[in-house]
C-alpha cells in the first residue's frame, strides 16, 4: 500500500492500479490556454498524474496538453470527480461519459466522488461500481469522506474505495483518518498541502526549509509524500511546477519530519465534511 513509504514515485493502489505518488490538481484552474499551458509544463517536467473534475471546467484541457506532449495516453494517470449536481445512478453514469468525452479517453484512471452527498452518494457508489467493472474506471475512490462515511461504505460496498482524497498537511494531519485508511487499504490523498498559501511564512515551516535547503512549499510537499501520502499539488506557474516535483527526490530528516509532525492544529482552507451526516 506504500503507507509510511516515502521512497517511491508510485504507490499501488488496492485495486493494483499504480498511480504517481505526485499529481498536479487543477481546482480553479481558468478553462483554456491557462490550464493547457500548466499541463504541458507539469507533463515536461515529469508529473504523470493530473488531478482534475467536472467542476473544474479543465478536463478538455487536459486532453489537448496530453495530446500536445507526444505522450501515450498510457503514460498519463488521470483522475476526475463526479460533482454533487450528477451524483445518483445513472445521472453518474452519463457524468462520466461527459468526462470521458471531454478527456478523449475511454477510460479515466481514477474516477471519485466529489463530495459525500447523504441521498445520493450510496446510488453514486453503484455507479462508479458498474464503471469499475466495465473497465471505463481503472480505480474509484471518494472524496472528503470522514471515518463516518468510509464506514458506512465498507458496510455494503462490492468495491471498497481505492482512495480517500482528502484536505491534509502538516496543519491538518487527519491521524483518525489516515490510521484507518490504512487499516482498510484505502491509500490517503493529500488536497491543498501547500494550505493554499495561507501559511507558507509559518516560522516553524521556514525553520525546517532552511536547515534542509528546500523551500518552503518543497518542505510541505516532501512532508506528505514522505508520509506515503498521494499528494496533489496546484500551480498555474511554471517555476513553481518545476520546484514542486523536486520533492520526489528530497529527503527531509527525521527531526525535521518530527517538527512538522507537531504541527498540527485543524487548520483547513477547503470544505469542511464533519458535520455531514
Ligand atoms: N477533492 C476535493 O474536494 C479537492 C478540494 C481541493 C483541492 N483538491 C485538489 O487538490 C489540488 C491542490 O489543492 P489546492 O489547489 O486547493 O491548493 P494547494 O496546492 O495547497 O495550493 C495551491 C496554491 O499554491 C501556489 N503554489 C504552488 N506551488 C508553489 C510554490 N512552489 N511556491 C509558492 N506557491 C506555490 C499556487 O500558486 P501559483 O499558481 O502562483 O504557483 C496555488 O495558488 C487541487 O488543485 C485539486 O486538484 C481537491
Not at 26 to 38: D, F, M, Q
Not at 228 to 239: A, M, P
Request: net charge negative; aromatic share 6%; glycine share 6%.
Amino acid at each position: 500500500m506504500g503507507a509510511e513509504d516515502g521512497s517511491k514515485t508510485t504507490l499501488t493502489l488496492g485495486a493494483g492500479v499504480e498511480v504517481p505518488t505526485l499529481g498536479l490538481g487543477l481546482y480553479k484552474a481558468p478553462p483554456g490556454e491557462r490550464s493547457r499551458r500548466a499541463v504541458a509544463w507539469a507533463l515536461a517536467a515529469g508529473y504523470r498524474h493530473i488531478d482534475t473534475a467536472s467542476l473544474y471546467d479543465n478536463e478538455a484541457d487536459v486532453r489537448v496538453a496530453i495530446e500536445q506532449s507526444g505522450l501515450r495516453r498510457d503514460e498519463v494517470f488521470i483522475a476526475t470527480k463526479v460533482w454533487k449536481d450528477d451524483m445518483g445512478y445513472d445521472r453518474t453514469l452519463r457524468a462520466c461519459e461527459r468526462s470521458l468525452e471531454e478527456l478523449g479517453t475511454d477510460h479515466i484512471d481514477l474516477y471519485l466522488v466529489h463530495w459525500p452527498v447523504p441521498e445520493s452518494r450510496d446510488d453514486t457508489w453503484r455507479a462508479l461500481q458498474t464503471l469499475a467493472g466495465d473497465g471505463r474506471a481503472r480505480a474509484i475512490g471518494v472524496c472528503n469522506y470522514t471515518v463516518g462515511h468510509l464506514e458506512q461504505l465498507l458496510s455494503w460496498a462490492d468495491v471498497p474505495p481505492a482512495v480517500d482524497q482528502v484536505e491534509l498537511s502538516p496543519f491538518l494531519q487527519q491521524r483518525t483518518l489516515r490510521d484507518y485508511c490504512a487499516r482498510h487499504g484505502i491509500q490517503v490523498e493529500a488536497y491543498s498541502p501547500l494550505t493554499r498559501k495561507r501559511r507558507l511564512k509559518d516560522e516553524q515551516l521556514r525553520v525546517v526549509a532552511a536547515r534542509s535547503g528546500l523551500s518552503v512549499a518543497q518542505v510541505l510537499l516532501r512532508w506528505a509524500i514522505q508520509h506515503g501520502l498521494v499528494t496533489l499539488v496546484k500551480s498555474l506557474k511554471r517555476e513553481h511546477i518545476e520546484e514542486d516535483i523536486a520533492a520526489l527526490h528530497v529527503e527531509l530528516a527525521a527531526a525535521d519530519m518530527d517538527a512538522l509532525d507537531a504541527l498540527d492544529e485543524g487548520f483547513r482552507v477547503a470544505w469542511d465534511p464533519t458535520d455531514v451526516e
